[in-house]
């Protein structure tokens, strides 16, 4: 009971993974897990008594890797380009946002001295004027 059920893990964290970006994704791994999800399927229901709780997370596990192989593909074989220009457009855009908010702050800033300057300046020629 012990080893499928904390096998669940393995198909827990694929599950988990299809919500990551697909450049993390690893072609040879989520091959290896999925041939391997495929072989212990097959192996719990050859067994004697037949393992549902290990075909079950065997499954799942299939499942999972299959959609994370699907993802790899498109994103290797036609949505790489795509994905790679429009993080980089928002990248562009996150620095022009960025740099117009420091641009901002150092203006304030520059204000701020600015008019501390030339209250110091008054308070100078009054004495001065006195």
């Known amino acids: 009971f012990w080893g499928p059920f904390s096998n ?42 037949k393992n549902y709780l ?3 997370c065997h499954f799942i596990n299939f499942g999972a890797q299959s959609i994370q192989g699907t993802r790899f593909m498109k994103y290797c074989y036609g ?6 220009k429009m993080k980089a457009q928002q990248t562009v855009q996150t620095a022009k946002t960025e740099g117009q908010n420091v641009f901002k702050q150092a203006e304030e ?9 030339e209250a110091k300046l008054k ?5 001065v004027i006195k």
């Open 8 to 49: 669940f893990g393995i198909p827990i964290a694929a599950i988990l993974d299809t919500q990551k970006d697909p450049e993390l994704i690893s072609g040879r791994m989520t091959a290896a897990l999925t041939v391997y999800a495929g072989t212990f399927m097959r192996y719990s229901m050859a067994v004697t008594p």
């Open 109 to 117: 800033k520059g204000k701020n001295i600015l008019n501390q300057g």
């Open 54 to 56: 290990l075909f079950a």
């Open 79 to 84: 949505g790489r380009e795509e994905a790679l």
């Open 123 to 127: 308070e100078v020629a009054d004495k």
